[in-house]
């Protein structure tokens, strides 16, 4: 029902930035509503983990790791989401989904992930 495409990626020194776009689009002829929308990373040889999200009524949320560094922001107009990553260090160093959870707060869907790379 719905596909979300991730961009933004790269590779960069420590203390650099990036910026992470997720676009979301529903399938041809479907419609859909977000109930959540967010960013998770995997690093390899450990567990996918939230980074932040963004809750309909709820407050933003962010890891205790990238707090005052990231920023997530969403345009519902244009089915987007950002994260700005800022001071980036090599613990950064990650696959970097998005993920969607509908309006029936059941179905969820990720994108297929963009890699992000900080050197020492």
């Known amino acids: 029902q719905v596909q979300l495409v991730e961009s933004g990626g790269g590779l960069v020194q420590a203390g650099g930035s990036l910026r992470l776009s997720c676009l979301a689009s529903g399938s041809t002829g479907s419609t859909f509503s977000i109930f959540a929308i967010g960013w998770y990373r995997q690093a390899p040889g450990k567990t996918r983990e939230l980074v932040a999200a963004i809750h309909s009524g709820y407050p933003t949320v962010y890891a205790d790791s990238v707090k005052g560094r990231f920023t997530i922001s969403r345009d519902n107009a244009k089915n987007t989401v950002d994260l700005q990553m800022n001071s980036l260090k090599p613990d950064d160093t990650a696959v970097y989904y998005c993920?969607?959870?509908?309006?029936?707060?059941?179905?969820?869907?990720w994108g297929q992930g963009t890699q992000v790379t900080v050197s020492s």
């Open positions: 993920n969607v959870q509908l309006g029936d707060r059941r179905n969820n869907f």
